[in-house]
């Protein structure tokens, strides 16, 4: 595997790893259903995406151990600082803003890869991936503009005198497991 693309799929693996570790710590933490089942979801979704990354270049498996290797996610002082903000009393906003944040940060390097490694024989594969991250963040933002919706509601029960909604029970049920 030529290095560009080696390099190309040592970033993308480490992404998806940061990824999978703050939704697994976020989808622990949470306390609203909905917004647990979503992380879950999106954990799901990355760790098949890991999977399937490391299927495909698994027939060489020195250059899949090199790229493993070379990952060193855990000692990420980012991922150390984020996993510190997601404790039991995290919101679904603060949830939210932190995973459009992760896929907005993604998208902007795997667009980078794309324009880097060119048409090779694995373009297709990031531009996959590209296409994959987007979707998450539609998924993101549009429960991130539900959880507002129902936050106002909630709001404008509160000053005509009727309950509070709970925003965290109140959002759609668009990420059912």
Do not use: W
């Not at 999977?51 to 493993?68: G, P």
């Not at 000692?75 to 919101?91: F, G, K, P, Q, W």
């Amino acid at each position: 595997m030529e290095s560009l693309q080696e390099e190309a799929f040592v970033t993308v693996i480490g992404i998806k790893i940061r990824r999978l570790i703050v939704y697994r710590a976020i989808s622990s933490k949470i306390k609203g259903l909905k917004i647990k089942r979503l992380f879950e979801l999106l954990a799901k979704d990355v760790a098949e995406h890991l999977q399937s990354i490391c299927t495909m270049i698994q027939d060489d498996e020195d250059v899949l151990a090199n790229i493993l290797g070379r990952n060193n996610t855990y000692a990420d002082c980012n991922v150390r600082s984020l996993l510190d903000l997601i404790d039991e009393n995290i919101t679904g906003e603060d949830a939210l803003r932190i995973a459009l944040n992760e896929e907005k940060e993604s998208v902007e390097r795997f667009t980078l890869l794309v324009d880097r490694i060119g048409e090779t024989p694995v373009h297709k594969v990031f531009v996959h991936i590209l296409d994959e991250t987007n979707k998450q963040i539609d998924m993101i933002s549009a429960e991130s503009h539900n959880l507002n919706m129902m936050k106002r509601k909630g709001s404008r029960n509160v000053n005509t005198g009727a309950a509070q909604t709970d925003v965290h029970s109140g959002i759609s049920g668009q990420f059912s497991c």
